[in-house]
């Protein structure tokens, strides 16, 4: 407790402000497309999710999900409000800086984004030598983190050799190797199969038992509804529950 | 930031190879494109050189009072020369006239023993420009002294109209070869960013800056720039030799009235020309190409 005590402090020191034991804080923040005729794709949207957290967001499509993981990449700008992310206030970031920040956080996404043309040793690697490290830490870094996922065989076969489950855990190895403060996860298991998505989600408690606060955009209610974590449901562009140990929420 | 330079470097050559469609396309469109502004540039340059060639042949030629003397007409060459439009004025003195007539007179030329083009002595005028002889015939008569002006308006009028007529094709076909290739070479890009869109997106959420995600790509361009360039050169270097010695050998009667560029006059300029474009289309191509996919 002391310990944790004295972390704020140094926090509230370093940022002076009380949000800063947050890793993701949302305030006021309002999002409109300019092709959607005004109709605003988030509404008022306040948000905290503090480090070492497992975060579902669920709702359906048109819900606004998509938009806040968006908003959380610094993919999109606020329209209005505030959204800091690792103690960055994403609305008044420049693009040159997007980058570093990227550096972050882990990302995964439904369709696993793999680099078809490189082998899966080389796709994690790919991360690390964007941060510049030396190619001694990368042939560390690589396979162990490619045995975390489970897939230290295959380092040399092709994303298109592999299974869905397995890309994704590239994927998740990629999103990792830079050792992330969060993990993001849009739909991790939406081409999956009921296996390989237990695995996925086994694999993403590990990795937020080890500290990072992992959140996950799904609209699977099985696995929101076995894992008992903190579940925050939108609907049509507005946070319409928020609760601990929660449950998917029918219409 | 070495080891950012090299890696990146290695990844452009690694997307040359990758991505072997692309660029087997990119490759054709460069070298087509610039196949044909070769070809067309040893037709102006052998063109312009044939047109100077026979244009420094022209000459105006100004005979003089008998009265005058040889001051006078040092005077009048001194004026002359001075003219812009001038490129060379020789005095020819009679017995320099009669020496060259003589000569193409041969055998017939020795029953003489006087010359007998006596008061022929004359200036040969040179110009840089035939279309300018009328302004200096114009001005040759304002001048005290001269009898007569022998000049030759046909030819001069002729080689008018063909500078006229290489200035005009040359203008259009820079423009249309311009035109054909920024079409072709956007097209050939846009198809070859469809493909890279994702792999630019998946840079930019992992956290590459710019430059990181640029520096491949541009590298990329470069070389199949370089490449795209160099192979035109080659070819049309050996295809204007080929083509030179075949017009010496077989159409041998044209020699005494045309002398064609060499070679390496040619490609002295073209090879250089052709690397820089190639180079620049590659570089500006993936450069610009690229930008428009990274504000993710």
């Known amino acids: 407790m002391a310990e944790q005590e004295k972390e704020k402090k140094k926090k509230s020191r370093k940022g002076g402000k009380d949000d800063s034991k947050y890793v993701i804080y949302l305030e006021g923040v309002n999002k409109a497309y300019s092709d959607a005729n005004g109709v605003p794709a988030l509404m008022d949207i306040n948000l905290k999710i503090k480090r070492g957290e497992f975060v579902f967001i669920v709702g359906d499509s048109g819900s606004g999900k998509s938009t806040l993981i968006k908003l959380l990449l610094r993919e999109l700008t606020a329209d209005s409000g505030k959204v800091v992310v690792n103690d960055q206030d994403l609305t008044k970031m420049k693009h040159a800086q997007v980058a570093k920040f990227r550096r972050t956080l882990g990302v995964v996404f439904q369709d696993f984004r793999l680099l078809k043309d490189r082998n899966v040793y080389d796709n994690v690697a790919f991360a690390q030598r964007i941060v510049l490290k030396s190619e001694k830490e990368i042939r560390k870094n690589v396979p162990n983190m490619l045995s975390m996922v489970g897939l230290a065989g295959k380092y040399k076969a092709k994303p298109k050799q592999l299974s869905g489950g397995e890309q994704q855990r590239v994927a998740l190895a990629r999103a990792l190797v830079n050792k992330p403060t969060i993990l993001l996860a849009d739909e991790p298991t939406g081409n999956l199969d009921p296996r390989n998505t237990n695995d996925i989600m086994k694999l993403l408690e590990k990795v937020n038992e080890n500290g990072t606060t992992v959140v996950v955009v799904t609209h699977n209610r099985d696995i929101v509804n076995t894992m008992q974590k903190r579940v925050i449901t939108l609907k049509q562009g507005v946070i319409l529950s928020d609760e601990e140990k929660g449950a998917y929420i029918d219409d | ?296």
């Open chain 2, 1 to 296: 930031m070495i080891n950012t330079f090299f890696y990146t470097l290695g990844q452009g050559v690694k997307n040359v190879f990758r991505n072997k469609w692309f660029t087997m396309a990119s490759l054709a469109t460069i070298s087509a494109c610039l196949f044909v502004f070769g070809i067309f540039v040893a037709v102006v340059f052998n063109v312009n050189h044939i047109v100077k060639t026979v244009e420094e042949g022209v000459s105006v030629t100004v005979y003089f009072n008998e009265d005058v003397e040889q001051e006078r007409i040092d005077q009048i060459r001194e004026l002359v020369t001075r003219r812009p439009e001038v490129y060379r004025c020789d005095f020819i003195s009679a017995d320099e006239a009669w020496a060259e007539f003589s000569k193409k007179l041969g055998e017939n030329a020795e029953g003489f023993i006087e010359n007998p083009l006596e008061g022929s002595e004359n200036l040969q005028i040179y110009l840089n420009d035939v279309s300018k002889q009328g302004e200096l015939v114009g001005y040759l008569e304002t001048v005290e002294g001269i009898r007569k002006i022998n000049k030759s308006e046909l030819t001069a009028n002729t080689l008018t109209g063909v500078k006229a007529v290489v200035t005009y094709v040359s203008v259009g076909m820079i423009g249309l070869l311009l035109a054909v290739s920024i079409f072709l070479i956007s097209n050939t890009v846009t198809i070859g960013i469809s493909v890279r869109k994702e792999e630019i997106n998946i840079m930019k959420y992992v956290g590459a800056t710019d430059f990181f995600v640029r520096a491949p790509f541009v590298f990329e361009g470069i070389i199949i720039g370089l490449i795209g360039s160099a192979i035109p050169v080659v070819v049309l270097y050996y295809l204007y030799n080929a083509a030179f010695a075949f017009l010496q050998s077989n159409f041998a009667f044209l020699n005494d009235f045309i002398s064609y560029v060499p070679a390496s006059d040619v490609f002295i300029y073209l090879a250089p020309a052709s690397l820089l474009i190639g180079v620049g289309i590659g570089f500006f191509g993936s450069f610009f190409t690229v930008r428009k996919h990274l504000h993710v």
